[in-house]
């Protein structure tokens, strides 16, 4: 698991080089219990597998083709043919028959999801849920790429993650790591100490860093490093130092891309320099931050105004990427509505529930006396940040997709879709949400050579639904949707990703589907729960 840590003696040398209050711990000789077991799941890949006659939407933005037949070769797409125009398929242009081959008459085919936001638990982590169940919630959600942006764990374990999944060893997405600079065991001190932790970082393999938390001088100086070694980056600017750094500063530095929305509106600002906090407020009172944070937007320049266009216009010079992760945030408008989404009955663990209740501890869980106003002022909220980050897109900034679940009743992968549908409320069309979720994700963790579009020699990462997910997203979610059918006159329950390819491994969306449930089947049992009880009480 360490192999290429220390190579040539670097990381060695970096260790005993850093100041005390930067220097790295080494890593554990008993790293934390991983319970991924070995993959069960998934066929392939293989010599040759055909999709015949699917309808493809090849995340570039580009209208819906078909029918297809997509050629896949053990991990690559090795061919894309026309086979004709709806209902007219001609036998004579097909590929000749492969290895494998599955009928995708009347589905739509997709490049895999890309989820630029994601934090990896375990069940030492206080969500206390086995990191298994996370990585099939995200893939049964048609998501075969993430970027992890911080853990608990220790660096190496969620590198030896990766590498798992790179091998296809486990049932996971591919995982990019993005460790979270700040470390509340190992305070940075100096802008110094900050480069040299990315440094270190570097050296034992992570693919890019997420800022936030820290100084803004130990910040330009982390961000300036990860310049100079080619790392890639990205940042929460969370209120305890926006302040002294909006996303004008750190854009200026360098920074690729942001996440969330922390640090835009202040750089908004035209007849204030700080947000107007109440005379009570204390940020680790979460209900007040998260109360007034949803009083943020109201603050800022108006749409369309000269101060609006100014800060567009620069961070689009900039080539920023902005993940707007809308969905951690839908509580704060609706709470019930959330806690009472469709899939929570059958796909929540109860150790979820236990740590999204009201609690003074756990990050997210400040519903403590969550208001009207509070809803109302964060749906205003919502209007004016969609407005910018819909405008973004139409100026051609690049907006990629992120769910940051686990926290404010998200649930893992569901989040994810959720998120396409709210971009599809912010004004992006459904071809746009597509590409969101696919290319633009593809190009905000540099992969846009492998993944992200369905192009000869990509990597053969792609979903199948059944019907149309451009006339309606819901179709995406695991729970599907309703639906009368004329035929028998009866509402039947459809959709859901049936199927689901990374690296050419086929994988079966409702046997994923089915493992979910088991999983949340037993935990309840455990507890003397029922299958579809929601364990949602208030203390």
């Known amino acids: 698991m360490r192999r290429g840590l220390v190579a040539a003696g670097l990381g060695a040398a970096l260790l005993t080089s850093l100041p005390v209050s930067a220097q790295l711990l080494p890593p554990p000789e008993n790293p934390v219990e991983d319970p991924i077991p070995p993959r069960r799941e998934g066929e392939g890949p293989y010599a040759r597998l055909i999709l015949r006659g699917a309808t493809m939407v090849d995340g570039t933005g580009g209208p819906a083709q078909g029918p297809v037949d997509i050629v896949i070769e053990n991990d690559r797409i090795a061919a894309i043919t026309p086979v004709g125009a709806p209902g007219r398929i001609e036998p004579k242009w097909r590929p000749a028959p492969g290895d494998r081959e599955i009928d995708m008459t009347g589905?739509?085919?997709?490049?895999?999801?890309?989820?630029?936001?994601?934090?990896?638990?375990?069940?030492?982590?206080?969500?206390?849920?086995?990191?298994?169940?996370?990585?099939?919630l995200w893939l049964m959600n048609g998501i075969t790429?993430?970027?992890?942006?911080?853990?608990?764990?220790?660096?190496?374990?969620?590198?030896?993650?990766?590498?798992?999944?790179?091998r296809n060893a486990i049932t996971a997405p591919r995982i990019d790591v993005y460790p979270f600079l700040l470390d509340m065991n190992r305070p940075l001190v100096t802008p110094e100490d900050a480069r040299a932790r990315v440094r270190g970082y570097k050296a034992r393999g992570a693919d890019g860093i997420k800022l936030g938390g820290i100084t803004a001088p130990q910040t330009l100086a982390a961000i300036d490093e990860t310049k100079k070694l080619g790392m890639h980056s990205t940042m929460h600017h969370d209120q305890t130092a926006v302040s002294e750094a909006n996303v004008l500063d750190t854009s200026a530095a360098g920074l690729e891309g942001m996440e969330h929305w922390y640090g835009l509106p202040e750089a908004l600002f035209t007849d204030r320099s700080l947000q107007h906090y109440s005379p009570g407020y204390v940020y680790q009172n979460e209900q007040d931050r998260f109360g007034e944070a949803g009083r943020l937007w109201a603050q800022a320049a108006r749409p369309g105004s000269a101060r609006w266009n100014e800060v567009m216009e620069t961070l689009l010079e900039r080539n920023f990427i902005i993940t707007p992760t809308f969905v951690p945030y839908i509580a704060t408008r609706d709470l019930q509505r959330s806690i009472h989404a469709p899939w929570q009955a059958d796909y929540t663990l109860p150790a979820l529930w236990d740590f999204w209740r009201p609690d003074p501890i756990n990050h997210g869980s400040f519903?403590?006396?969550?208001?009207?106003?509070?809803?109302?002022a964060w749906k205003e909220n919502f209007r004016l940040w969609m407005?910018?980050?819909?405008?973004?897109?139409?100026?051609?900034?690049?907006?990629?997709?992120?769910?940051?679940?686990?926290?404010?009743?998200?649930?893992?992968?569901?989040g994810f879709i959720q998120e396409l549908e709210l971009l599809r409320e912010a004004g992006f069309t459904?071809?746009?949400?597509?590409?969101?979720?696919?290319?633009?994700?593809?190009?905000?963790?540099g992969h846009e050579d492998q993944v992200g579009t369905l192009e000869l020699g990509k990597k053969a990462d792609i979903i199948a639904v059944k019907g149309n997910p451009l006339a309606n997203l819901k179709l995406l979610y695991p729970t599907g949707t309703i639906r009368l059918d004329p035929a028998d006159g009866k509402v039947h329950q459809v959709g859901g990703i049936d199927y689901i390819i990374k690296d050419g491994i086929v994988f079966e969306g409702a046997m994923l589907r089915r493992s979910v449930r088991?999983?949340?089947?037993?935990?309840?049992?455990?507890?003397?729960?029922?299958?579809?009880?929601?364990?949602?009480?208030?203390?």
């Open 518 to 539: 088991d999983m949340v089947t037993a935990a309840k049992a455990e507890r003397g729960l029922e299958p579809g009880a929601m364990p949602v009480a208030m203390p």
């Open 430 to 445: 459904p071809l746009e949400v597509i590409r969101a979720a696919t290319q633009s994700g593809a190009r905000a963790l």
């Open 387 to 414: 407005q910018f980050i819909n405008e973004y897109k139409n100026r051609g900034g690049t907006v990629p997709v992120g769910d940051d679940a686990g926290y404010l009743y998200n649930l893992p992968g569901f």
């Open 107 to 136: 589905y739509y085919v997709l490049p895999g999801f890309i989820d630029t936001h994601v934090h990896l638990h375990s069940l030492n982590d206080p969500q206390g849920i086995p990191s298994e169940y996370e990585l099939k």
């Open 145 to 166: 790429s993430a970027r992890e942006l911080g853990s608990d764990r220790p660096l190496e374990w969620l590198l030896d993650i990766k590498a798992r999944s790179a």
């Open 367 to 376: 519903w403590f006396d969550w208001t009207t106003e509070d809803e109302v």
